[in-house]
């Protein structure tokens, strides 16, 4: 897309005029302006313009938007309050059903540190969670978290285990250039 802000805003009024006859209007609060270079948000994704890291090239990116990270936090948080006395199976059940559907929904995204982050946000809150409630000191944690050979475990309940999201597979492109498959095949 070529042009300047004027060209934007003429196109907007002519948008406006096509949609008025149908009885509908643009949102001008929803309706935004933006460069690419600045990125917008929309439906949980940031798409921004950037430069290739050791390249010249620039390419539309598509992050996960911090309002999404802030809200799938906020869930695991308020699962993992230090006040709380809820059994530990069925707390890792619920933050593993949070867990899969949003690494699902932003797998497509450019996302694996985020994904990291989020797994060792949530590894953190469980076990200050648990040394909390049962009043233990890192000693206790590491003897429940390792094997008889000292290698870290993932947190587990009685066959439950902690979903890892940064394993999902990261699928940036499902189709190229001009592969794209039509719906009705």
Request: proline share 3%; net charge positive.
């Given at each position: 897309?070529?042009?300047?802000?004027?060209?934007?805003?003429?196109?907007?009024?002519?948008?406006?005029?096509?949609?008025?006859?149908?009885?509908?209007?643009?949102?001008?609060?929803?309706?935004?302006?933006?460069?690419?270079?600045?990125?917008?948000?929309?439906?949980?994704?940031?798409?921004?313009?950037?430069?290739?890291?050791?390249?010249?090239?620039?390419?539309?990116?598509?992050?996960?938007?911090?309002?999404?990270?802030?809200?799938?936090?906020?869930?695991?948080?308020?699962?993992?309050?230090?006040s709380s006395t809820a059994d530990l199976?069925?707390?890792?059940?619920?933050?593993?059903?949070?867990?899969?559907?949003?690494?699902?929904?932003?797998?497509?995204?450019?996302?694996?540190?985020?994904?990291?982050?989020?797994q060792q946000f949530t590894w953190w809150?469980?076990?200050?969670?648990?040394?909390?409630?049962?009043?233990?000191?890192?000693?206790?944690?590491?003897?429940?978290?390792?094997?008889?050979?000292?290698?870290?475990?993932?947190?587990?309940?009685?066959?439950?285990?902690?979903?890892?999201?940064?394993?999902?597979?990261?699928?940036?492109?499902?189709?190229?250039?001009a592969k794209i498959q039509p719906p009705?095949?």
């Amino acid at each position: 897309v070529h042009g300047t802000c004027d060209d934007v805003d003429t196109l907007k009024e002519e948008i406006a005029q096509v949609l008025a006859p149908m009885g509908l209007r643009l949102s001008e609060s929803k309706t935004t302006v933006v460069h690419m270079s600045d990125g917008f948000d929309f439906l949980g994704f940031h798409i921004q313009w950037k430069r290739k890291p050791g390249t010249k090239k620039w390419y539309v990116y598509t992050f996960i938007a911090k309002r999404s990270i802030r809200s799938v936090k906020a869930k695991i948080r308020a699962l993992t309050r230090r006040s709380s006395t809820a059994d530990l199976k069925e707390t890792l059940i619920r933050i593993n059903q949070i867990l899969r559907g949003w690494t699902n929904y932003f797998r497509h995204a450019v996302a694996m540190s985020t994904f990291n982050h989020i797994q060792q946000f949530t590894w953190w809150r469980i076990v200050s969670w648990q040394k909390k409630l049962h009043r233990w000191g890192w000693g206790q944690v590491r003897r429940w978290l390792t094997d008889h050979t000292g290698r870290w475990q993932p947190i587990s309940a009685q066959g439950t285990r902690l979903y890892n999201p940064a394993t999902i597979g990261i699928t940036r492109y499902r189709y190229r250039g001009a592969k794209i498959q039509p719906p009705w095949v």
